[in-house]
């Protein structure tokens, strides 16, 4: 705020209790507490706001390991009252799984596979992370699955 400013909103806060006083004739405190307010409003409406909200935001530099990643924007599409995983999460579950099967030799496409598959990740639960209403703990036996997966593929 410049200085210019703030003195037209006293000067139009004691214009407005002059008034107030001498010409109305109200009481003290009420033409004070109109004169205030007139003043606050003179203030209100001389402030500039830009239509970007970051113009004015300080400039801090930003570090990689601070800058927002997947793995944040994956674990805040998890739901712990619902215990339910969002489509981001999952999404990504499925296509590192299904990478990892298909290194292994098992296409998830193929009907033949679909038994060594649900033998190998467990029963159902390519179909419980391909649905709707996929549970963390779905996720969590998938990502299981795809250490075992990574540590057999280390051991050949």
């Known amino acids: 705020m410049t200085r210019g400013r703030i003195i037209a909103a006293i000067a139009v806060a004691a214009g407005a209790a002059l008034i107030l006083l001498f010409g109305l004739r109200v009481e ?3 033409a004070f507490s ?3 307010i007139a003043g606050v409003i003179v203030v209100s409406t001389q402030l500039v706001i830009p239509e970007d909200a970051r113009v004015d935001a300080p400039d801090i530099p930003i ?3 601070q800058r927002g990643t997947d793995v944040s924007r994956m674990a805040w599409s998890l739901n712990p009252r619902t215990r339910e995983a969002g489509e981001l999460a999952t999404r990504r579950v499925r296509g590192v799984l299904g990478r990892r099967l298909l290194r292994s030799g098992l ?3 193929e009907p033949m596979h679909r038994a060594q598959i ?3 990740i467990g ?4 179909d419980r992370l391909s649905g709707p209403g996929t549970k963390i703990q779905d ?3 998938a990502l299981t699955v795809i250490d075992s997966l990574a540590a057999n593929k280390e051991k050949q």
């Not at 029963?123 to 390519?126: I, T």
């Open 28 to 30: 003290p405190v009420f």
């Open 34 to 36: 109109w004169a205030a």
């Open 63 to 65: 570090r990689r390991e």
């Open 107 to 109: 296409n998830i496409d």
């Open 118 to 120: 649900n033998a190998l």
């Open 123 to 126: 029963d159902g639960l390519w």
């Open 139 to 141: 996720v969590e036996r």
